[in-house]
Antibody, heavy 117, light 107 residues
């Protein structure tokens, strides 16, 4: 059974940094591209970016590219999202997803990030 | 970015009714379209990928169709467990973009 478990969310002050993690199980992690997607409290979905199975290539949403970094550790079956200089508009539930045929086939349970002073 | 216009924003259906949800892309997305269901408080579940391919384990009452810029999701015979939010995702061009979602309720 494919499982994706995110962690690392919480309340963070504007301008701070935060690193989210996603531990994968139930499939060969190093065979798949992986993605991060976020959903605002108003339910708007936004694709953040993805990373190649070997970690050698990433794609980002242009609006987030300068502040967000996606990485992975295949030895630990773990995907990361480093967020810097966070803003109130980054308040959202962040999902880790497995990428298959240019879509997201499995999603984690999500982790909430609230940016507020 | 490719804009995905999804309609309707909300829909109320009776049990057994057949409903359709539409997504229109701002340019040709060559059938690189997926549909998701999200139940309250849960993460999205993939229903349809590549416009018309049913994900494993998804009931056959769900179907997808379309090409070019116009796509639709059909539920043939609404069931109580089909209540939730539905949205589309285009995977043709980066950045991937989502439709704004459709809230489906039982009438």
């Amino acid at each position: 059974e494919v499982q994706l478990v995110e962690s690392g969310g919480g309340l963070v002050q504007p301008g701070a940094s935060l690193k989210l993690s996603c531990v994968a199980s139930g499939f060969t992690f190093s065979d798949y591209w992986m993605s991060w997607v976020r959903q605002t409290p108003g339910k708007t979905m936004e694709w953040i970016g993805d990373i190649k199975y070997d970690g050698s290539y990433t794609n980002y949403a242009p609006s987030l590219k300068n502040r967000f970094t996606i990485s992975r550790d295949n030895a630990k079956s773990t995907l990361y999202l480093q967020m810097s200089n966070v803003r109130s508009e980054d308040t959202a539930t962040y999902y880790c997803t497995r990428t298959m045929m240019v879509t997201c086939d499995y999603w984690g349970q999500g982790v909430m990030v609230t940016v507020s002073s | 970015d490719i804009q995905m216009t999804q309609s309707p924003a909300s829909l109320s259906a009776s049990l057994g009714e057949t409903i359709s949800i539409e997504c229109r892309a701002s340019e040709d997305i060559y059938s690189n379209l997926a549909w998701y269901q999200q139940k309250s408080g849960k993460s999205p579940q993939l229903l349809i990928y590549a416009a018309n391919r049913l994900q494993d384990g998804v009931p056959s009452r769900f179907s997808g169709s379309g090409s070019g810029t116009q796509y639709s999701l059909k539920i043939s015979g609404m069931q109580p467990e089909d209540e939730g939010d539905y949205f589309c995702l285009q995977g043709s061009k980066f950045p991937l973009t989502f439709g704004s979602g459709t809230k489906l309720e039982i009438k």
